[in-house]
Every structure is written in C-alpha cells, then in structure tokens.
C-alpha cells in the first residue's frame, strides 16, 4: 500500500511569488491535514480536510490556504511568499476526521529567498 | 490556549539501556496521544499512541503511559539500538485531526 506523497519535494522560490504544494493521502484515506514545520516553531497546524470542506484551521494568516477535491488528494498555497515561509510543509492522512491515527509523508521542503 | 511541553531536549544513552520521554498537555479535553519519531530528511512516522482511556500500552521495547490526573504522558523505550537513534515528537489532540506537538526530544544512542 503507497504510503502519503507529497511534491514537490524541493521548492526554492523568490519573495512575493506564490506556491502550490499537492499531497496524495493513503489510498481510501479521506483526510487530510497539513503542517508546518521550522527549527524555531517545530510542527505547527496549517488545516485539515475532510469530504473536501476544512474542518479545523490553525493560526496561520490567509496567505496560507488548502482545498481538497473529490478524490481526497490536497494542494495547499502560499501567496505573496516571505522569508519566514521557507519550511518543511507536511501532510498527514487518517482514515477519517477526528482523531485517527495520522500518517505523514515526507513533506516538501520550500525555500524562499 | 492548547499547549503539549516535552522534556529533555536532547538525550544520550549508551545502547542497550532505556530512553525516557515526558511529556505534559495543558488541555484536559485532549483524549488522543501519539508520538512519532522523525529521521533525518523523513517525515514523523507513527510509533505509538494512546487514548485517554488506557494506562498504558506497549509494542515489544517501546511502552506509553498516561496520567490523565496529573495531564502528563511519557514514551519508555527500552534496549536502545543505534537505530533509535531520532527525534521524537509527542502530541496531543481532542476528537480531530488537530495535532498539538511538543518541542521534540533528539534521542542519541551510542553503540
């Protein structure tokens, strides 16, 4: 069974740009979460999807966003990039919403300079 | 507002002895705690968790306990290998996919 991808897996891009990042969850897993994760904040959550609606939202500003489409994968964008956004941005898969066990792919590790 | 602290950051044991982590979460309503180690240029991967109605729970070195009264929680690894060798992450939520990790502990094993 394929495991969560995400990719890109390396992104270097210019502030002020903007990016989209995809996720493939676990085949039949209909939830989708997302995380941020720096050396100074550790792993922070961006949002989760499930059934293609946000269910929870993290203290992100709206320059951070996601949708979700009816085969589960995920896409989340960053718009107008600054320094700070350069991280390693994670997916994570569950069966269903509401504590299940998670499932993290190996994340995409953006640069922004 | 919901917070998961876990000590020590760093720790090194030599192999074959036991590796403790703590962890302390600040939300009472938190009933979900898994704990993930995460490799070098790898993503966290799931190791272990337990559910707020358990005391414990164990898969062959690797144990948790839970203190529901005192809202702390703990991961025993016992005949540490090489391979242990990792960062791990506790975490806690209530009844969603909203992960509240804590800081991260670098567990060193020397042969």
């Known amino acids: 069974k394929a495991g969560v991808t995400q990719t890109p897996r390396y992104l270097i891009k210019t502030r002020g740009q903007q990016v989209t990042l995809s996720c493939s969850p676990i085949?039949?897993?209909?939830?989708v979460s997302w995380y941020q994760q720096t050396p100074g904040q550790g792993l922070q959550f961006l949002f989760e999807?499930?059934?293609?609606?946000?269910?929870n939202k993290g203290n992100f500003p709206g320059r951070f966003s996601g949708r979700q489409f009816s085969n589960s994968r995920s896409e989340m964008n960053v718009s107008t990039l600054e320094l700070g956004d350069s991280a390693l941005y994670l997916c994570?898969?569950?069966?269903?919403?509401?504590?299940?066990?998670?499932?993290f792919g190996q994340g995409t590790r953006l640069t922004v300079v | 507002g919901e917070n998961v602290e876990q000590h020590p950051s760093t720790l090194s044991v030599q192999e074959g002895d036991s590796a403790v982590i703590k962890c302390t979460y600040s939300?009472?309503?938190?009933?979900?705690f898994p704990w993930y180690k995460q490799e070098l240029g790898k993503g966290p991967q799931l190791i272990i968790d337990?559910?707020?109605?358990?005391g414990e729970k164990k898969d062959q070195r690797i144990a948790v306990t839970l203190n529901k009264t005192a809202k702390h929680f703990s991961l025993h690894i016992t005949e540490t290998q090489p391979e242990d060798s990792a960062v791990y992450f506790c975490?806690?939520?209530?009844?969603?996919?909203?992960?509240?990790f804590g800081t991260g502990t670098r567990l060193q094993v020397f042969p």
């Open positions: 994570a898969s569950s069966i269903t919403s509401g504590t299940t066990e998670a499932f």
């Open positions: 085949s039949g897993h209909r939830s």
């Open positions: 999807y499930f059934s293609e609606t946000q269910r």
């Open positions: 939300d009472s309503a938190s009933n979900y």
């Open positions: 337990i559910r707020s109605n358990v």
């Open positions: 975490a806690g939520s209530y009844n969603t996919d909203k992960l509240i």
